[in-house]
C-alpha cells in the first residue's frame, strides 16, 4: 500500500541528496491524500527556512519528500500521520512557518525566549514572559477532574528536565499533558557556519547515552554530503564502539529498574557492569564515556579484550536469571506502561521498544527483557567481530543524510554543507515519538510506577527538545 505514495514523492525533482525530492504543491496535497490510504511511516519532519521536509521509510531505504514554503505556510501532514504534531508546532517556534491545518501552540518555548522564530531571516524581539509559561491544562487533563499532579524537573531531584501534568480522577492516571522545552540548547542555530570538525563535538553532546549513534549519524551525513566514502577503521570503530554503548546504555536502565522495584541483587550486578563496561571504554580509547570517538582517535584498540567481555558474558548471565526468578524485575514490572504493537506504529516508534512491543505486550517487563536480549546479542557480536563493509557514498552534491540505530532506536541527521561549513541541520532522536505517545503508555498507570516507566522507555528529553 506504500507503493503509491512513494510513487509519488519519486516524481518528484531530484535533489543533491540521495532519496531527496521536491514536490509542487498539488504533489504534496496528493501525497498527503495518498498516505491516508498507505502505511509509509513517517520518521521526521523539518525545516530549512525555505522548504519543509518529510523523511519516509520506504522498505530499506529512506524517501524524503520536500515543499516549497508559501506565504501561508505549508499543508500539515498531522492530520494523516500525528507523529507529525510535535515537528509542526517545532518548525512554527523556530522559522515562523505555520502548517496549515495543524497545531501552531508552543512546543519548546515556556516563555523565556528573547526572540520568536529564533531561525527566521529576520527573528522578532519579544519581551517573554516574567515567570515563564503558565501550566494551562488542557482538555484532557480538565476533563479527568479529581487531583492533576506535576511531575518534572522542578522537584528537587535528578529527574529529565521535562514536565508532565498528570489527570487522576481516581487512583490511575487518566490524562497526560507533557510540556517541552527545558532541555532545548537551540542546537540548529549553533552549528550554523560551524566547520564540521567543529560541529561534531556538539552532536557526540546531544545525549549521553547515544553519543556513539549520533556521531556515527552526523558522520554518515558528511560523507555522503561531501561524496567521500568513510575510512574503513571509521565503519570498524562504529560498529564496535555503537554495540558498547548499547551494553552500557541497557545495563544502564536495568540498575535503575531494580533500584525503583527494590530489587537491590539486580540493581547491584547491572550497576557492576556498568562499571565494568566504563573501564572497557578507558581501555580502548582513554576515556570513560565515549565522546569525540567518530572519526576515531588514533590510540583506539580495534576491539574489547576477551577477559572483559567473558566476565560481562557471566554478569549478563546471572543477570538474566534474577530477572526472571519469582518477585524478579520481569514478576514486579509486568503489565505495568504498556506500549502497544498498534501505538507504536501510530507514533512512529522504532528500536527495541517497538521490537519489545511485537513480542509481547509491549509493558515494562517486555521493554527489560528486549534490553537484556540486546546486551547478549552485543557481547555476542564483540566477541567475534565480523569484518566492517564498505560504506556506500550517496549524494555528493553538498547534501547528505545518514542513520545510526542507538539504543532506544534510529538517529538520523541531515545537513547541507556551503563553502565547507554547516548551512542546515536537522536531527532526528527517538525521543520525540516516545513523548507525543506519553498519554497512551501512561493512561491507566498508578503515579508511583510513571517513573519506572519512563526509564523503561529510555527516554532522553536532551534528544527530544534538542
Known amino acids: ?62 524517501l524524503v519528500a520536500s515543499v516549497a514554503v508559501s506565504p501561508d505556510g505549508y499543508p500539515a501532514l498531522s492530520p494523516v500521520r500525528v507523529g507529525a504534531q510535535a515537528p509542526e508546532r517545532i518548525i512554527h517556534e523556530l522559522w515562523g512557518i505555520p502548517a496549515i491545518g495543524g497545531r501552531c501552540d508552543p512546543w519548546l518555548d515556556q516563555g523565556r525566549w528573547p526572540v520568536a522564530t529564533p531561525l527566521a531571516a529576520h527573528p522578532a524581539p519579544t519581551p517573554g514572559l516574567p515567570e515563564g509559561r503558565e501550566f494551562i491544562d488542557g482538555p484532557a487533563v480538565m476533563q479527568a477532574g479529581g487531583t492533576v499532579l506535576g511531575h518534572g524537573p522542578a522537584e528537587g531531584n535528578f529527574r529529565a528536565p521535562f514536565h508532565l501534568r498528570l489527570g487522576l480522577p481516581g487512583e490511575r492516571i487518566v490524562a497526560v499533558q507533557p510540556c517541552m522545552g527545558y532541555a532545548h540548547r537551540g542546537l540548529a542555530a549553533r552549528l550554523r557556519g560551524l566547520a564540521p570538525q567543529q560541529a561534531v563535538r556538539l552532536v557526540a553532546r546531544i545525549d549521553a547515552t547515544a553519543t556513539v549513534a549520533h556521531q556515527l549519524a552526523f558522520a554518515r551525513a558528511l560523507h555522503n554530503a561531501t561524496g567521500t566514502p568513510m575510512p574503513a577503521q571509521g565503519v570498524a570503530a562504529g560498529v564496535m564502539l555503537g554495540h558498547v554503548e548499547r551494553i552500557a546504555t541497557h545495563l544502564d536502565v536495568l540498575a535503575q529498574a531494580g533500584s525503583m522495584l527494590g530489587d537491590g541483587r539486580s540493581a547491584t550486578l547491572a550497576a557492576t557492569m556498568l562499571e565494568q563496561v566504563r573501564q572497557a571504554c578507558r581501555d580502548l580509547c582513554g576515556r570513560r564515556l565515549l565522546f569525540d570517538v567518530i572519526p576515531p582517535p588514533a590510540a583506539l584498540k580495534p576491539r574489547m579484550d576477551d577477559t572483559q567481555l567473558t566476565m560481562l558474558a557471566a554478569g549478563h548471565t546471572a543477570l538474566h536469571r534474577l530477572f526472571w526468578r519469582p518477585r524478579g524485575l520481569a514478576a514486579q514490572a509486568r503489565g505495568k506502561g504498556v506500549l502497544s504493537a498498534a501505538t507504536a506504529a501510530r507514533w512512529g516508534i522504532m528500536g527495541c521498544n517497538a521490537r519489545a512491543a511485537e513480542r509481547g505486550q509491549g509493558d515494562v517487563t517486555d521493554r527489560l527483557d528486549a534490553r537484556l536480549s540486546e546486551i547478549g546479542e552485543s557481547l555476542s557480536l564483540l566477541a567475534a567481530l565480523p569484518e566492517s563493509p564498505v560504506m556506500e557514498v550517496e549524494g555528493g552534491g553538498g547534501e547528505g543524510l545518514g542513520r545510526a540505530d542507538g539504543p532506544a532506536g534510529p538517529v538520523w541527521h541531515w545537513l547541507r554543507l556551503e563553502a565547507g561549513h554547516v548551512a542546515a541541520w536537522w536531527c532526528g532522536d527517538p525521543s520525540l515519538a516516545l513523548v507525543q505517545a506519553l498519554p497512551t503508555i501512561l493512561s491507566g498507570a498508578a503515579c508511583e510506577d510513571v517513573e519506572l516507566i519512563l526509564v523503561s522507555l529510555g527516554l532522553s528529553a536532551t534528544g527530544a527538545d534538542l
Open 1 to 62: 500500500m506504500s507503493a503509491d505514495a512513494a510513487a509519488l514523492i519519486r516524481h518528484g525533482a531530484p535533489t543533491p541528496c540521495a532519496g531527496r525530492f521536491v514536490l509542487e504543491a498539488d504533489a504534496w496535497q496528493a501525497m498527503i491524500a495518498g498516505l491516508r490510504a498507505t502505511d509509509l511511516p513517517l520518521l521526521g519532519l523539518w525545516s530549512d527556512g525555505v522548504q519543509v521536509h518529510a523523511l519516509f521509510r520506504h522498505g530499506p531505504t529512506p
